[in-house]
Every structure is written in C-alpha cells, then in structure tokens.
C-alpha cells in the first residue's frame, strides 16, 4: 500500500475513533499483518484498513485505543494516543502527530462519553444526532422493587426468563419476547417497568419522547425514527418509546394528517422489521388513541390499573421499609387509597417519612399518614 494513502487511511481512523458513530466489526491481528474494519450502520458505510511490516507499530496501537476503549478505561486510552502521537513524531509525521495531540486535547476537554455501568458492561452516550433523540440512563430499579400483582408479576417474569434463555430459544428457531407495549393511567408503573427490565437485564434503558420527536422534527420524524433503530442494533438496550400515542392521537387532526399517516407507517415497518436483541417498550396512557394495526406487532401488551388495596398496601410499606410502622392502624388508611395511583402513594408515603424526620423520629403515624394520603388526593384531582 502507497505509504501517503496509508497515512490518510490512518489518519482518519484515529479520528474516527475520537469522534466515532462507528463501530469496529472486525479486528485481526497475526504475526506480519493487521487489519481492522470500521462500519457506519447509518450509512453502511464501511472503512477498513490493513498494515503489515513496519506499519505494524500504528496497528497495534489502533487495536490497543479499541480495546481499551470497549473496556471503558479512558486513561489507557488516552495513553495509547499520546504514545500513537510520539510514535508518529519519531517517524517524522509532523502533521499527523500533532493533529492526533489536539484530538486527545480536545477529548480531555470534553471529558468521558464512556459510562461504566454495573456489571463491567460498557454503553456509549449517544452522540451526534441521536443525542437529540433519546437519552440514556443505566437503572438499578428491580423487579422486586415494584409491588405488583401476582397475574403482572408472572407476565413480567416471562419476558426477563425468555430474555435470559434467548440461546436456547434461538437455538430452536423462535425469539424471546422483546417488543412490548405498556398502556395504562399515568403514575402506574409503565415507566418503571421500563427501568426494571433494563435493570434486570443490565442493559441501558433508552428514552424516546415520541410526542416531542414529532413536533422537533415535523418532516423528518421517519428518518429520525430510523436512525434510533439502527442504534437499536448497534447498542443493545431497552428502547422506551414513550408517549407513544403521538403516533395515534394526532390522526384525527386535518392538517397532521399526513405526517402522523407517514411516521406510523415507517414505525410499523420498522418494528416488524427489526431483528436487533434491544427491546422495544411503547408507553401509553391513551390506548384507544393508538391504529388497531399497532397492537398486532407487539409481542405483548401489558395493562396497567390502579393498584387493588393489596398492592397499595405494599407500595406504602415498601416506602416506609426504613421506618416504624408497626402501630399503624390499617383499618383506618386503607379505605384511603382507593382511586390513588401507585405514584400517588410512593408520594404519600415519602411525605409521612419526610414528617417524621422533620420531627425528629423514625416513626410514621396514622394520623401523618392519613394526611399525607389526603393532600395526594386533593392535588391528583
Ligand atoms: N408497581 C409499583 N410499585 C411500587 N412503586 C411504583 C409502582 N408503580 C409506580 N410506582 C411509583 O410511581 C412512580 C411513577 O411511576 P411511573 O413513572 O412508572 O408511571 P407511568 O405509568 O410511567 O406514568 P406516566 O404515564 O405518567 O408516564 C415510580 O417512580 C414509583 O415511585
Ligand atoms: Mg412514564
């Protein structure tokens, strides 16, 4: 290879390893050759590189900067850099050393977009233009943090055991279940489950804000919505469409008309089209907003309610695990929480512990708890 093609080839690897949407897809490394490929799902685009003799000195250090980057050790990272730009500068590569030199500035300046999560498990901060579209959070809500009923529960359960038996199912041919839509009132727990099963799974838990998507994008929305399909098979992670009834709720409006038409079309292609391992969450508090023709391509659709008294009972205790309950007279509060969301009572319960610290004690009362279950109502209505 031309040793000046090699440069610019190497040269625009490292930047792209600094301001990369891509990701490697192949890595090799034998005795007299090195190779390494580079690819953009978004355009399908791929660059890919090889270096054999002297060259092999730049390769190694490519391969070094991916390794520790997928490991999530910025210091190493940077390290490799500093020692891929002195290597540079010995073999006289002035110009490249001292752009490799500003990029590492530039990456010290900017800080980490590599978060370490539990699990040793690594996830990029979306970049770019998927920055604007979804945001990341890695949640370490679990299942057994939800007071749930037992039918919700066991449904629930199903969807992490197939996800953590996907091997064997794939094995025979059939997929977990992964596209999922939660419908329901606000404050029952949709968004919670979400952050659950990421939780559960260890995987980082993506949120799109579907109705303001459409509105920041009008025009675009299709494209911006494939673009998050493709990070959903570049990054494995729990993708929370919420308000997903935007997708719906606008149809009856004339001059939306076209648009929401097109935005759903492309979601429904794209979902039944989508062989990623992400799963897919719609979020909803308005169902009957969303096109029949939605509900099929879900795997299961999950119904949320208000909680039964049992389940209330649990969510209010479970908030006060910390605390005295024992001489809290349920007779008197239970009759209480009916028509309350599960938010509403979290909330509840969180005002009577606050009540208690302020007062100097750990010990919730009735009378406190009452109180608080009373303004709740007065503020949902
Ligand atoms: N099953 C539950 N067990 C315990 N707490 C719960 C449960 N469901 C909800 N909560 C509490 O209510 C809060 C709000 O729930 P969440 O955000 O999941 O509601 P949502 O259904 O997504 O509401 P919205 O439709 O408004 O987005 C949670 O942060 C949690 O404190
Ligand atoms: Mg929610």
């Avoid at 909803?284 to 209330?312: G, M, W």
Wanted: aromatic share 4%; charged share 25%.
């Amino acid at each position: 290879m031309p040793q000046l093609r090699q440069a610019a080839q190497e040269r625009s690897l490292l930047s792209l390893l600094f301001h990369t949407k891509f990701a490697w897809t192949a890595l090799g490394l034998e005795n007299t050759r090195a190779t390494i490929e580079l690819s953009d799902a978004n355009t399908e685009r791929t660059i890919s590189a090889s270096w054999q003799g002297e060259s092999m000195s730049m390769a190694r250090h490519v391969i070094a900067l991916l390794k520790s980057h997928l490991e999530g050790d910025d210091k190493e990272f940077l390290s490799v850099a500093m020692q891929a730009a002195a290597h540079e500068a010995r073999l006289g590569h002035i110009a490249v050393a001292q752009q490799l030199r500003d990029l590492i500035d530039e990456a010290k300046r900017r800080g980490s977009a590599v978060q370490k999560r539990p699990g040793q498990l690594l996830v990029l901060e979306p970049r770019g233009e998927l920055a604007n579209l979804l945001s990341v959070q890695i949640p370490g809500t679990r299942l057994s943090d939800m007071a749930l009923p037992d039918c919700l529960a066991e449904r629930l359960k199903r969807i992490l055991i197939e996800q953590r038996q996907q091997k064997q199912l794939r094995a025979h041919g059939l997929g977990p279940r992964r596209k999922l839509l939660f419908t329901g009132p606000p404050g029952s727990g949709k968004t919670m489950t979400a952050s659950a099963i990421a939780g559960e799974l260890h995987l980082p838990l993506f949120t799109i804000m579907l109705e303001g998507l459409i509105t920041k994008f009008m025009g675009e929305t299709a494209a911006k919505l494939r673009l998050v399909f493709d990070a959903m098979r570049q990054t494995q992670g729990v993708y929370l469409f919420d308000e997903f009834d935007a997708i719906g709720a606008r149809r009856n409006q004339l001059n939306d008309v076209g648009e929401i038409r097109r935005v759903l079309n492309s979601f429904l292609q794209l979902l039944e089209k989508d062989t990623s391992h992400s799963l897919i969450v719609g979020a909803t508090n308005h169902p009957d907003l969303l096109d029949r023709a939605l509900f099929r391509r879900f795997d299961d659709v999950i119904e949320y309610s208000l909680p039964e008294v049992k389940v209330a009972e649990q969510i209010l205790t479970r908030k006060l695990v910390a605390f005295q309950i024992a001489d809290l007279d349920w007779s008197r509060i239970l009759p209480e929480v009916e028509g309350l969301s599960q938010a509403e009572l979290a909330r509840a319960s969180e005002e009577s512990a606050k009540h208690a610290v302020l007062n100097g004690t750990t010990r919730i009362t009735t009378e406190a708890l009452l109180a608080a279950l009373h303004e709740r109502r007065a503020t949902s209505r």
